[in-house]
Structures are given as structure tokens and as C-alpha cells.
């Protein structure tokens, strides 16, 4: 019966080391456990949400999501980026993602960030 809970325990606290390694990936970024952050009502306000975790708010207001012919800021951190829509879709497995509204909200966020962290001499 001993040997039985000894073999019991190792297996499951293997097969937690084997989720948390593939899980890793997406549920850990800048010592942040992801799945901390509450689920969200839709999948563009998570995607929002995890802009927060991924970058600081000056990074937001300094550029957009994806770069654009309109306008002179550049692109946010690509591989951030496609790990966000990752998450994003693995967290909201049955809803799809119209990137152009992501983008165009993330955007928005972003336009947002930067009128809040806009120097003093600008304002």
C-alpha cells in the first residue's frame, strides 16, 4: 500500500512538471503567472489586458501594435505580440479573432497611453 502512494505522488508530481513545462510558455511571462489574470468577458478585452502584462505603459504610447503607413510610431515587440495572440486564442479556444479589430483596439490603447505619458513640454 506504501508503495502504491510513493508511485501515486511521483507520477502526479511528474505530471505536473510536464504541464508546467508545456504550459510555461504561455502562463509565465516577466515572473507573471497568466493565469492569474481573471478570464475576461470577450477575447479582445483579455487581449487589452495582456498588453498591460506584456509591455510598460510607455511602450505602448511610444508605438503601435502592427506599423503603419499613417503613422510615424513603430511596431510594438513582434514575438510579445504573437505570443499575446497565442494566449489569446488559447485561453478562448471557441471564439475567433478578427485581428483587424484587435488590432484597431490595441491601437486605440495605445493612442490612449500616449496621450497620458506625453511629455511635459508637449501638453
Given at each position: 500500500?506504501?508503495?502504491?502512494?510513493?508511485?501515486?505522488?511521483?507520477?502526479?508530481?511528474l505530471?505536473?512538471?510536464?504541464?508546467?513545462?508545456?504550459?510555461?510558455?504561455y502562463?509565465?511571462?516577466?515572473?507573471?503567472?497568466?493565469?492569474?489574470?481573471?478570464?475576461?468577458?470577450?477575447?479582445?478585452?483579455?487581449?487589452?489586458?495582456?498588453?498591460?502584462?506584456?509591455?510598460?505603459?510607455?511602450?505602448l504610447?511610444?508605438?503601435?501594435?502592427?506599423?503603419?503607413?499613417?503613422?510615424?510610431?513603430?511596431?510594438?515587440?513582434q514575438?510579445?505580440?504573437?505570443?499575446?495572440?497565442?494566449?489569446?486564442?488559447?485561453?478562448?479556444?471557441?471564439?475567433?479573432?478578427?485581428?483587424?479589430?484587435?488590432?484597431h483596439?490595441?491601437?486605440?490603447?495605445?493612442?490612449?497611453?500616449?496621450?497620458?505619458?506625453?511629455?511635459?513640454?508637449?501638453?
Amino acid at each position: 500500500m506504501r508503495m502504491h502512494v510513493y508511485m501515486h505522488l511521483a507520477f502526479k508530481e511528474l505530471k505536473l512538471q510536464c504541464d508546467l513545462s508545456l504550459n510555461h510558455f504561455y502562463m509565465q511571462f516577466n515572473d507573471v503567472n497568466l493565469k492569474l489574470i481573471p478570464k475576461k468577458k470577450n477575447i479582445y478585452i483579455y487581449g487589452l489586458a495582456l498588453l498591460d502584462v506584456f509591455f510598460a505603459k510607455q511602450e505602448l504610447g511610444e508605438a503601435l501594435l502592427f506599423s503603419s503607413l499613417k503613422s510615424t510610431k513603430p511596431a510594438l515587440c513582434q514575438e510579445k505580440v504573437e505570443r499575446i495572440i497565442e494566449i489569446m486564442k488559447k485561453q478562448f479556444p471557441t471564439e475567433s479573432l478578427d485581428l483587424q479589430v484587435f488590432t484597431h483596439k490595441a491601437n486605440q490603447k495605445c493612442r490612449d497611453a500616449s496621450r497620458h505619458y506625453a511629455p511635459a513640454s508637449t501638453k
